[in-house]
């Protein structure tokens, strides 16, 4: 066809010599000599034919007007020539196995017999249609000078644009019989026929194919030629219906009988196989159409039942890494949706299920029963005797405690195993790992213990974890901590564990590194800002400066002594002075929960203390006084401990003693005690004034605990009661030189129901604090606003510490109106306030 049209624009045929144009010319006479000429053209018989001496039989009848006779007898001769001869010859290629069919209209022959009479049919209509185009570019060129006047002049097709026009409706318009189907049925019908037999996997003739679908594109259904109205338009609508029915069923089938992986593989080769068809066999115009509809068909109508498939689906693949699979499963839907709906969806819910078993797990553990513990041990598990070169392996944590550690790292190992499949299997999309972290987050902030659980992470990690750790390893530790803290929303409440936690590492000296515990509180100050890190530093601080007023007690004790001339050792005090402000001090109350009184939390001091240890106290306190005048001084017995220097009958050496001060105190009323008296437990509550509840957990790392039953218990048992008599343990040996007392239950342990309630009511009362705050800075600014922006805002302005109660919020701009910070204004539409200078 391509070869016909340059034919047709670049034909260069001189015109006659003027002396012609008088010439009288007779039509009938005419005529019959270019019909007869048309014949032999269309028989392939023209190369007898002088084709200068046609053009001036058509220029002469054209120059005479007789232009328009001339054109309509080409039209019914070419209509003639169509109807008897070329349409008779293609009609006979339709043998049986194309039209024999039973009453439902399906086909009764096989697909190799529809194949081959498929082709002769097809080449029958290829070659009609590729000598008519041949034939008709030499006519054109004949009838050339009638194109360019009678055609322009007068709006008719051109020769060639009316001849294809006959082609179409005498061809393929015409029914192949009365009554029935036309020859483009047919031909759609096999074309169709043999594409299905393609997608079954047998070979067609793609060329044939394609020379029929050139003739498609060339054809119009009219004759004004309009792009949008080509006959291969209505063929490509019929093959995308019966392609949409074929990969609907397709698709319906493969997700009863395959699994998830070789559906996702065998969609992504159809839309390859229809891709290279269109290139191939078909039309390129075609190739985003039928991918649109196997797109819609495979994936888009069965996405959600492919990621729903049992023992195959997205499940599945997580659950035993399949991450070819799952990447398969995101191309494949990637295509249809840029959001990847059905997709996210499902890991947003496979992240919400693992995490909810995993909040389960450890909130069962939480609430069972824990088990006692044994007395005489630390908080940090270590035994209670100690050896210069021997150690003994530390105690396990407590079951809530360990409960703790393994919750935060599941929630950890489940972020990396979603993390990997988002980089490995999703190419690092950032619409699926964004609603993969919100379902992380809700997760962690759905368990209501996941404030102190991730303290008590970072807390063992400090004490234990990063011990003989590399530098790479510790940061990667600290960064899984910020990692799960950075999903939390009660950043407030973890800021209130935290401190606690913080407060006993550093006063007990459980920290296995400073400059770590400083590394975390830097990255916590990047993440929370300053704000949330300002207390945290203040601590180290305190830390810092009590060191140095050690240091300097030590040295002006060593002056008073010297100019004393007095050679006596001095007892060594170590201070830590402590902002009331900053230290989170109740941290120290008992695991048994009894509330303290004011001597045990630093209200007036009424320990009694020995002599000696009494002058050493009121000299640091005459010491700080002149360096701060006006500062007063509270003393925290309960958080101090002592070193002593030991004798014991059945030992010949001398023995350190490391014990909490209240144990002390305890052990220095047997020195005087004559041999074989002994003292019950209101004589020793008189002689030192010890809280009931730190006395009684004192005694029983004394006088119960195997390692360090320094004093003998009568009547024995495990608990402290009125009554009970104590004195000094002639037949105690001590197996190691150094001994360390532990205090019974006095480490960092999971809260009990009743103190996480004080906690959080603690927490709740700093928070609206906080909201008041906010809330007037924003009036301040504003100065009058109506209530619903003033609650957006202050959520707004609060969320990066806590998710604020809007109950709260409505509470707290309650008691700032009766405080006259703001008023309501009465004259505005809606309720608004006004800020009250």
């Known amino acids: 066809m391509m070869a016909t049209m340059s034919r047709r624009g670049g034909a260069k045929i001189r015109p006659p010599r003027r002396g012609l144009q008088g010439a009288d010319v007779d039509f009938d ?22 084709f200068e001496e046609l053009y001036r039989n058509a220029y002469k009848i054209v120059l005479k007007k007789k232009g328009e006779e001339l054109y309509n007898k080409v039209a019914r001769f070419e209509e003639q020539w169509l109807g008897s001869t070329v349409r008779t010859e293609i009609v006979r290629t339709l043998t049986p196995p194309l039209t024999l069919t039973d009453g439902a209209g399906r086909t009764l022959a096989t697909s190799s017999e529809r194949r081959t009479a498929g082709e002769k049919f097809l080449k029958s209509l290829k070659h009609a249609w590729e000598d008519y185009q041949v034939c ?19 709006r008719q097709p051109s020769i060639f644009a009316k001849s294809m026009g006959l082609f179409r409706d005498q061809i393929l318009r015409t029914p192949v019989q009365p009554a029935s189907t036309t020859l483009l049925d047919v031909l759609t019908r096999i074309v169709l026929d043999q594409i299905q037999m393609d997608r079954d996997g047998e070979a067609i003739d793609q060329f044939l194919i394609k020379s029929n679908v050139y003739m498609l594109e060339g054809l119009y259904e009219s004759d004004l030629e309009v792009e949008d109205e080509k006959l291969y338009l209505r063929f490509e609508k019929v093959f995308l219906d019966q392609s949409a029915n074929f990969y609907r069923d397709e698709g319906e089938r493969m997700l009863k009988e395959s699994d998830a992986g070789s559906y996702c593989r065998h969609a992504k080769k159809r839309i390859d196989e229809e891709n290279d068809r269109c290139r191939s066999t078909l039309s390129e115009s075609t190739s985003a159409k039928i991918q649109a509809v196997v797109e819609g068909e495979l994936i888009r109508h069965k996405m959600k039942g492919l990621i729903e498939m049992e023992n195959s689906g997205v499940a599945f693949m997580v659950d035993n890494d399949k991450f070819h699979e799952l990447s398969l499963v995101f191309d494949l839907e990637a295509r249809v949706d840029p959001r990847k709906s059905e997709l996210t969806r499902a890991m947003q819910r496979l992240v919400t299920e693992m995490g909810t078993d995993i909040n389960n797990a ?50 950890l190992r489940l972020k990396d195993r979603f993390d990997k499949i988002c980089t490995t299997s999703f190419s690092s999309d950032q619409t699926v790992s964004s609603a993969i972290n919100r379902s992380m987050a809700d997760v962690v902030n759905t368990f209501s ?10 807390d063992d990690n400090m004490k234990r974890g990063i011990r003989d750790k590399t530098e790479a390893e510790i940061d990667s530790t600290l960064e899984k901590a910020i990692m799960v803290l950075r999903y939390l929303s009660d950043k407030d409440l973890f800021e209130t564990y935290y401190k606690k936690h913080l407060c006993k590492r550093l006063l007990l000296k459980k920290s296995v ?27 180290f601080k305190d830390m810092t400066l009590s060191e140095e007023l050690s240091n300097g007690f030590r040295a002006h004790i060593a002056g008073v002594m010297d100019g004393a001339h007095n050679n006596s050792k001095p007892v060594d005090l ?43 106290k009121s000299g640091f306190e005459r010491f700080y006084a002149q360096k701060y005048s006006g500062r007063k001084l509270t003393w925290y017995n309960n958080m101090g401990d002592a070193d002593l220097r030991a004798r014991f009958p059945r030992s010949t050496r001398i023995h350190d003693v490391n014990c909490s001060t209240y144990a002390m105190l305890i052990l220095l009323l047997f020195n005087d005690l004559p041999a074989g008296e002994s003292l019950s437990l209101e004589e020793i509550e008189a002689r030192t004034n010890i809280p009931r509840g730190d006395l009684a957990r004192n005694l029983q790392s004394l006088a119960v605990a195997p390692k360090t039953r320094f004093l003998v218990k009568e009547p024995m048992s495990r608990d402290i009661n009125s009554g009970d008599r104590f004195k000094f343990n002639d037949d105690f040996k001590p197996s190691f030189i150094k001994i360390k007392v532990g205090v019974v239950s006095a480490g960092n342990k999971v809260e009990n129901d009743r103190e996480r309630k004080e906690t959080e009511k603690k927490n709740n009362d ?31 302005q609060l969320s990066h510490q806590f998710k604020p109660d809007v109950n709260m919020i409505k509470k707290r701009i309650e008691g700032l109106i009766e405080r006259e910070y703001l008023e309501r204004m009465e004259d505005a539409p809606v309720p608004s306030y006004k800020y009250l200078a």
Not at 591 to 602: F, P, T, V
Request: some cysteine.
């Open 29 to 50: 006479t005419t005529w019959p000599i270019l019909e007869g000429a048309f014949k032999e053209i269309h028989t392939k018989n023209a190369s007898a034919l002088s």
């Open 362 to 411: 450890a909130l069962t553990t939480s609430e069972a029963t824990p088990q006692r513990e044994a007395a005489g041990d630390d908080e940090d598990g270590k035994p209670a005797e100690e050896g210069a070169k021997q150690k003994l392996p530390a105690k396990p944590l407590s079951q809530q405690t360990v409960a703790a550690l393994k919750w935060v790292e599941e929630i």
């Open 574 to 616: 170590s201070i830590r002075v402590l902002t009331s402000m900053t230290w989170p001090l109740e941290a120290f109350r008992g695991a048994s929960g009894e509330d303290r009184d004011e001597n045990s939390l630093g209200g007036r001091d009424i320990t009694l203390y020995p002599p000696e240890i009494e002058r050493l």
């Open 513 to 539: 590194s400073i400059d770590v515990e400083k590394q975390m509180i830097s990255r916590m100050k990047i993440e929370l800002g300053n704000s949330f890190t300002l207390k945290l530093e203040a601590m």
């Open 136 to 154: 008709m570019g030499m006519l054109t060129d004949v009838l050339m000078y009638m194109d360019r006047v009678y055609c322009t002049d007068h």
């Open 449 to 458: 213990r996941g404030s102190e659980y991730i303290s008590l992470f970072i």
């Open 766 to 796: 700093s928070r609206g604090f906080v909201i008041e705050a906010a809330v007037v800075r924003i009036m301040k600014q504003r100065k009058q606003l109506p209530h619903a922006q003033l609650l957006t805002e202050t959520i707004t």
